[in-house]
C-alpha cells in the first residue's frame, strides 16, 4: 500500500508513536533513577581503604586522598584545591576551577553512586601524586560495577591544580 512520504514519518505515525512511548518510558526511568540518586545520599561515608593500612602517607599524599575520601563521603570541605585547578577524565575536562569541584563532589549525581574506594595505593614522585584504587559503584545498597582508577595529582603550595583520571572497568572484582 501506497503511503505519501509526509506520513510515513509524521508524529502520529504508528512506528513513530511507538518510539514515543519507548522514548517516555526511557525518560520516565531515567527521571525516576535521578531523583533516587539525588535523594539517596551516600552510599557509605567511610573513608577509602589502603591497600596497605600500616602505611603513613606523605604531606602530598595525604591531600590527594583527601580528595578520593571526598569521593566516597561528599564532603570536599577539607580538600583544598587551587582556584583554578582542573581535572581531566579520560581525555575530556571534567572539572575547570577548584569551586566547580567542590560543588561536585559535595552534590553532583555522579558521585553519588561511589560505594566504596578499596585497594587504594599512593605515590609520590616529583610533587605528583600518582593513586591507584578500585572504585564500587551501585545504588540502593546494590553494586553494579567495579572500576580501576588511575589517578595523577599535581599538588603545588599545599593545593590540588591538576587531576588526571584514567577509569577502566573490572569485571568479577
Known amino acids: 500500500m501506497w503511503v505519501p512520504i509526509w506520513n510515513r514519518f509524521s508524529l502520529w ?36 581503604v589502603s591497600a596497605d593500612p600500616t602505611r603513613v602517607d606523605s604531606e602530598l599524599e595525604a591531600i590527594a586522598r583527601s580528595y578520593i575520601d571526598a569521593l566516597v563521603t561528599h564532603d570536599a570541605s577539607a580538600v583544598p584545591f587551587a582556584p583554578d585547578a582542573t581535572r581531566v577524565e579520560a581525555g575530556l575536562k571534567t572539572g575547570f576551577n577548584g569551586p566547580q569541584l567542590r560543588w561536585d563532589l559535595d552534590h553532583g549525581p555522579q558521585y553519588r553512586v561511589i560505594q566504596g574506594i578499596r585497594e587504594l595505593e599512593l605515590s609520590e614522585e616529583n610533587g605528583v601524586v600518582s593513586a591507584r584504587f578500585l572504585l564500587d559503584a551501585g545504588f540502593a545498597g546494590a553494586k553494579l560495577m567495579t572500576v580501576e582508577i588511575a589517578e595523577t595529582f599535581e599538588i603545588t603550595d599545599g593545593s590540588i591544580r591538576t587531576i588526571v583520571a584514567h577509569i577502566t572497568p573490572k569485571f568479577g572484582a
Open 13 to 48: 505515525s504508528e512506528p513513530m508513536r511507538i518510539r514515543r512511548s519507548f522514548a517516555m518510558a526511557a525518560l520516565a526511568v531515567t527521571a525516576a533513577a535521578a531523583a533516587f540518586v539525588l535523594t539517596a545520599g551516600p552510599a557509605s561515608a567511610t573513608p577509602a
